[in-house]
């Protein structure tokens, strides 16, 4: 890889400290995907990194690599925002980290990172807020973020007889995982175990859900729609699809 340079918003996913004043950034980037890089002098330099350095922070960065390409530093950096209402909070904080270990975890390259980017821009934008935030919010931003990878489930019509869900239509709908389609009880063969059945209701909800920005979770008339049971159908869902489950603070490949 020849020597380049470029500027980008990043949104800081972890910090580590290299020797008293250095350390290395990992940030989520609109079109680069996920990359890390040296910030040498980088707790030092109040002049090159202004109240840039601390994760969540959305930043605007300048970086160069080595003349080989192999590994990139940080030359400058300028705060674009910066979530106080988060880290005020010990439960938005993790909820936060949360949605950014995800991140980390389930990225898929840097096709997809503009998507991902601007949906996690979103969900530390309302944690910051003031607007009740669901304790779910992070299952919903992780069933989100698996949509948003090209999983987008069909869940409004009986795939087989096209039956459509309606407020009234009752529980009799099962949730194919694998498909990522829903069937009506009429169609649905007795002997196939990978269903989940949901009321006609969580299926409206969890549309909601996947068709929506993060803004549109905090709408009590939204999150009311999801039961237990559709909590466990979105953790599946993305467990499915992504293969990732949350494991004593860390989401692993299953
Ligand atoms: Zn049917």
Redesign the pocket.
């Known amino acids: 890889m020849p020597r380049e340079e470029f500027t980008e918003e990043v949104i800081i996913l972890k910090i580590g400290q290299l020797r008293e004043i250095d350390c290395w950034v990992r940030f989520l980037t609109p079109s680069r995907g996920i990359l890390t890089a040296f910030a040498f002098g980088g707790y030092r330099s109040k002049r090159r990194f202004p109240g840039c350095l601390d994760i969540l922070n959305q930043v605007l960065f300048k970086v160069v690599s080595n003349p080989t390409g192999k590994y990139l530093y940080l030359q400058e950096g300028t705060l674009l925002q910066r979530f106080p209402g988060i880290t005020r909070s010990l439960n938005r904080l993790g909820m936060a980290v949360n949605c950014l270990k995800f991140i980390e975890a389930a990225h898929l390259g840097e096709d997809d990172s503009r998507a991902a980017f601007y949906l996690i821009l979103k969900a530390l934008q309302i944690l910051d807020s003031d607007v009740f935030v669901p304790a779910a919010f992070p299952l919903l931003f992780r069933t989100r973020i698996t949509v948003e990878y090209g999983y987008y489930p069909d869940i409004l019509n ?1 795939s ?4 459509k869900v309606k407020a009234d239509s009752g529980s009799n709908f099962i949730f194919i995982l694998r498909e990522g389609r829903i ?2 009880g ?2 649905f063969p007795a002997a196939s175990s990978t269903g989940i059945r949901l009321g006609a209701s969580s299926l409206l909800g969890l549309e909601s859900i996947i068709s929506g920005l993060p803004g549109s979770w905090v709408d009590e008339s939204v999150y009311k729609k999801l039961d237990k049971k559709t909590m466990q159908v979105m953790d599946r869902f993305v467990q499915y699809h992504l293969g990732l489950v949350w494991e004593a603070g860390h989401f692993r490949q299953v």
């Open positions: 009986c087989l007889c096209g039956k069937c009506c009429d169609c």
